[in-house]
């Protein structure tokens, strides 16, 4: 229902289009389905209807001589609705009977709904001659009496009478309804996705990143070291060969033994926290 309301609010905000005039005039013309039948040579007053346009036209003539309001327009419907449920099903009438009908009930919707409307002698120019002033004033009194005077018509009324029209709208509500919703869990997904670049996300990445960093220049070093230390030993080896050499020498090279199996563990524990993080 709430999907139905906001279709009535756009449809009462919409212009006047050929839509809405065509469903006026099936809804009329299903007040009394029995009242189609050939013209006679003259109305009850003795006047030629002839000239009795269809009802699409007569319709189309008065929305556009009055520029009537949408709601205006659409509450009528209402009225048909309901004279249709008040009339007996078999019931008749001229073929100038369904235009007098919707006359009146635009006529009642017109002055129930707006402050200011036109007088009946207006209605009357309206319709190009086809209806005198008394006319209009018959045709009003008896579809008051008719309706019995009520002529409340709610939300709902026109909810449920409006249906064609709401349809369509409803359906495109519906779809840009659905289309929000997925541009809202794509957006959710990417906000999920881009946590990764939060600062926690940030600074555990570069934590790790310090730490592969840091191994990384430990083996460079411990390599120049071993590379160096080999190099030194040579040289002290060498010096040791020489006949007469000092005690100092020979202690210096054991410190630098001591120092290479030192350097050769650290490479080792680097090794071993390498293989534990994944490098």
């Known amino acids: 229902m709430c999907e139905y309301s906001k279709a009535l609010h756009i449809l009462l905000k ?12 099936d809804t009329t013309l299903r007040v009394l389905p029995s009242s189609n039948y050939p013209t006679p040579p003259c109305s009850p007053g003795g006047k030629p209807v002839a000239r009795l346009p269809s009802l699409m036209t007569f319709i189309t003539r008065l929305v556009r001589y009055t520029n009537v309001y949408t709601p205006t327009l659409l509450t009528a419907v209402c009225y048909l609705n309901k004279l249709k449920r008040i009339l007996p099903k ?46 209009i004033n018959l045709m009003e009194r008896q579809l008051l009496q008719l309706l019995n005077w009520d002529l409340r018509v709610d939300t709902e009324d026109l909810i449920l009478d409006l249906q064609p029209l709401l349809e369509p709208i409803k359906q495109d509500l519906v779809r840009s ?38 191994v990384s220049i430990a083996s460079d070093l411990s390599s120049a070291t ?13 010096v040791t060969n020489i006949p007469n050499s000092t005690r100092t020498t020979s202690n210096y090279v054991k410190s630098v033994e001591r120092w290479n199996d030192n350097v050769n563990r650290q ?9 534990q993080h994944g490098f």
């Open 226 to 238: 071993l590379v160096d230390s080999s190099n030194d030993l040579r040289r002290l080896k060498d």
């Open 14 to 25: 919409s212009p006047v289009t050929d839509d809405i005039i065509k469903f006026l005039t």
């Open 90 to 135: 078999d019931a008749t009438g001229l073929p100038s009977t369904i235009h007098r009908i919707f006359l009146a009930c635009l006529i009642l919707s017109a002055k129930f709904h707006n402050d200011s409307s036109p007088l009946n002698k207006h209605w009357a120019k309206y319709t190009d001659g086809l209806f005198t002033l008394e006319d």
């Open 267 to 275: 490479s080792w524990d680097l090794e071993q926290i390498m293989s």
């Open 177 to 214: 309804s659905d289309q929000r919703k997925r541009v809202g869990m794509m957006m959710a997904m990417n906000k999920r996705a881009s946590a990764g670049t939060s600062p926690k996300a940030s600074n555990n990445r570069f934590k790790l990143y310090e730490k592969q960093r840091n």
